[in-house]
């Protein structure tokens, strides 16, 4: 094994040997991946079609809030990904095409199989490649990769779990005596074998009272992608969440209203600019109040909880800012849309925001 090489930078020069960093785990180092495919990727695993409440419902397994799930959703609509029917949200065949290019296949059969593929992207392991994903299926697998991936430990997408525990190891006796990385470094896991002392030093860095080294690496799985990991569903969620949820906050932060965009006809103004794009088929000129709600949302645009937002849009139309209309005219509607985006208008009630003359 050659002496590892790392610019000063990222490392202290002790007897002309590059130490290695501090050993902590980064989920930037985990391949990101767009939230659009996510969606994408479990809605075709699920069924046909799909309401968006439900579907943002099935997203909450891997974001585990429904604010960020929308987003996710709204980011599918939004790469024409998916597209919105009178029976709920189909893939498209720009959403089929971008899952045969990342995952291999037009569609995904089941959730597992979904996350395992998905979660595989993030560690660098490619869904087409059938060796890796077999390894990466067995137990302990994705826990290993996940600990090397974390770490940058460098050992591929599917390390054995003795290779990632003696990395891991070597690592910390290196932190703990630099005046000996060369030599350190220079040992090989070929010679490893699980020992006391390797069981010591990891269980000593994570800390806390475990019983055992797996246990211990779950804990330490949990404190770097700050989530539950225990069980192979709650790991992939958290490498899918932790690999995607960072390109929707930039989203949402990055389209933000500013904080003196507070009256009424600057909130209807924010509105129709997110409106003008939409359309609930097949009412032409019309969206749905909800939907353009769960679009805001998703843009991380200040629009509080939904039923405030309906509030606000009621009074800007009574301001004259916007144009509502109530759901009486031909045509299907989602029963779950239509109840969403049902807005008390004195002792009437509206549905759509009229979007055809914005």
């Known amino acids: 094994m050659k002496d590892r090489e790392l610019p000063a930078s990222s490392s202290t020069v002790i007897n002309g040997f590059h130490t290695l960093p501090p050993l902590a785990p ?18 075709s695993a699920w069924s046909e079609s799909e309401t968006d409440d439900a579907l943002t419902n099935r997203l909450c397994i ?16 939004a790469h024409q990904y998916l597209e919105r029917t009178a029976e709920g949200a189909l893939l498209t065949p720009d959403g089929a095409a971008a899952l045969e290019l990342q995952l291999g296949a037009r569609r995904v059969s089941g959730e597992a199989e979904a996350l395992k593929a998905l979660a595989g992207l993030t560690l660098g392991v490619k869904p087409t490649d059938r060796k890796k994903m077999a390894a990466l299926s067995r137990s302990g697998a994705m826990e290993s990769a996940a ?11 599917t390390p054995s ?10 690592r910390l ?25 390797i069981t010591a030093l990891i269980m000593g860095h994570i800390g806390g009272s475990h019983t055992s080294l797996m246990e211990a690496e779950t804990h330490m799985l949990s404190n770097a992608l700050g989530a539950k990991t225990r069980t192979k569903t709650e790991l992939a969620a958290a490498l899918i969440r932790a690999a ?3 390109q929707l906050r930039s989203q949402r932060e990055s389209t ?34 909800a939907q353009v709600y769960d679009a805001g949302v998703a843009q991380g645009l200040a629009f509080g909880a939904l039923d405030e937002f309906k509030k606000r849009v009621a009074d800007a139309c009574r301001a004259g800012h916007l144009d509502l209309e109530r759901y009486d005219i031909a045509g299907p509607l989602d029963a779950s849309l239509r109840e969403r985006s049902r807005t008390p208008f004195g002792r009437d009630e509206r549905h759509f925001i009229v979007n055809q003359w914005i």
């Open 26 to 43: 980064d989920v930037a180092r985990l391949d990101a991946i767009s939230a659009a495919l996510v969606s994408a990727a479990m809605l």
């Open 256 to 289: 933000r209203i500013p904080a003196k965009q507070t009256g009424v006809e600057d909130f209807a103004n924010t509105v129709r600019r997110v409106a003008k794009a939409m359309e609930t088929k097949p009412y032409a000129g019309r969206v749905a109040i």
């Open 161 to 170: 779990r003795s290779a990632v525990r003696f990395a891991l190891a070597q």
């Open 244 to 246: 995607s949820a960072p």
């Open 147 to 157: 600990i090397a991936k974390l770490h940058g430990l460098g050992l591929g997408g």
């Open 173 to 197: 006796l290196i932190g703990q005596f630099p005046d000996y990385a060369s030599h350190i470094a220079k040992a090989s896991a070929r010679d490893a074998r699980p020992n006391a002392l």
């Open 62 to 77: 891997v974001y585990g809030d429904e604010q960020t799930a929308s987003s996710a959703l709204q980011a599918a609509y």
